[in-house]
């Protein structure tokens, strides 16, 4: 298995600018979980899909932030507008089900200047 | 508010000395404490996971201690590698491995050979 896939890798934007982060979770897997990390917070819960329905949203900072799962292999977070204290490594997570491991994809460092 | 507090925030080891990493937490519903290994441009992946009714766990040179009545636990490292040169973070939940993870700040280990 090819494990959890983000894109892009890399994303540097502009102050006001929109931006969308993607995840294709590991086949199989019931649940998604996007993570925000930065030095002064360390790995943060942002939200978390099971089955494609959004679970627990309590860790998305504000409005701006909106996170969609449309089918079972692909989930998208998107920043409305971005500021720079946006800037962090995102990364998206997947899990069998309940009890599982949760495996982490290898995160988009986003860059907003 | 942070609940999952983890000392050191770097380490640096000699190659063969032990490694040991303290997190403490605060929410006494927790039930499930993992730990996650990060290398540099990777997603955390999970390294060992300890349920409290349990005060030890050991796997291979990794080690859990567990103290509920302390609410502390650590992950000790024996003759720790070069190769285990990465971020640690700890982390806790309640519903065991099915609840939302709150993560430590990391600790940064060095291993130097």
């Known amino acids: 298995d090819a494990g959890v896939i983000q894109s892009p890798r890399h994303e540097v934007t502009e102050m006001g600018q929109e931006v969308t982060l993607r995840c294709k979770p590991i086949s199989g897997h019931n649940s998604l979980f996007w993570y925000r990390q930065t030095m002064m917070r360390g790995l943060e819960l942002l939200i978390y899909f099971n089955n494609n329905v959004p679970i627990d949203d309590s860790g998305m900072p504000e409005d701006r932030f909106s996170a969609k799962m449309p089918n079972a292999s692909f989930s998208t977070l998107k920043i409305q507008p971005s500021e720079p204290r946006d800037s962090a490594v995102y990364f998206c997570?997947?899990?069998?089900?309940?009890?599982?491991?949760?495996?982490f994809g290898p995160g988009t460092r986003l860059t907003v200047t | 508010q942070q609940q999952v507090k983890q000392s050191p925030q770097s380490l640096i080891v000699q190659k063969g000395g032990i490694s040991i990493i303290n997190c403490a937490y605060e929410?006494?519903?927790?039930?499930?404490f993992p730990w996650y290994q990060q290398f540099p441009g990777k997603g955390p992946a999970l390294l060992i996971a300890i349920r409290p009714d349990v005060s030890e766990k050991k796997e291979g040179r990794f080690t859990i201690s567990f103290n509920k009545s302390a609410k502390q636990f650590s992950l000790h490292i024996m003759d720790s590698q070069p190769g285990d040169s990465a971020t640690y973070f700890c982390a806790a939940s309640k519903g065991g491995s099915q609840g939302n993870l709150i993560f430590g700040k990391g600790t940064k280990l060095s291993v130097k050979p």
């Open positions: 929410n006494t519903a927790f039930d499930y």
């Open positions: 997570a997947s899990r069998k089900g309940p009890g599982d491991e949760q495996y």
